[in-house]
Nanobody, 124 residues
Framework: QLQLVESGGGLVQPGGSLRLSCAAS????????IGWFRQAPGKERQGVSC????????IYVDSVKGRFTISRDNSKNTVYLQMNSLKPEDTAVYYC?????????????????WGRGTQVTVSL
């Protein structure tokens, strides 16, 4: 049974950077596409980025393109989300999730394993 744990969130100023980590246990991430989602209070959980399990394909929501980078480190069984040039509207709880397919999906319902989330707050 795959378990995911996010870390790396915190409080940063606008324009700052954070790197979120999604550490897996119970199984390897080699055969899972991994998505990052975020949810602000009162809003629906939305997809931010995704990395396929094969081929190195990545997807980003338009609002984070050029600022966020998703990557995988198979030796550590971990997926990262590097977030640069952070904006107040990036404030949310960030979740990583795994779908047991090779290709990415941006839909919450397609993911069977979820972490508990890590808070990212971008504010002065």
């Amino acid at each position: 049974q795959l378990q995911l744990v996010e870390s790396g969130g915190g409080l940063v100023q606008p324009g700052g950077s954070l790197r979120l980590s999604c550490a897996a246990s119970g199984s390897t991430l080699d055969n899972y596409a991994i998505g990052w989602f975020r949810q602000a209070p009162g809003k629906e959980r939305q997809g931010v980025s995704c990395a396929s399990s094969r081929g190195g394909r990545t997807i980003y929501v338009d609002s984070v393109k050029g600022r966020f980078t998703i990557s995988r480190d198979n030796s550590k069984n971990t997926v990262y989300l590097q977030m640069n040039s952070l904006k107040p509207e990036d404030t949310a709880v960030y979740y990583c999730a795994a779908t047991q397919t090779w290709e990415c999906s941006g839909y919450v319902a397609d993911y069977g394993s979820w972490g508990r989330g890590t808070q990212v707050t971008v504010s002065l």
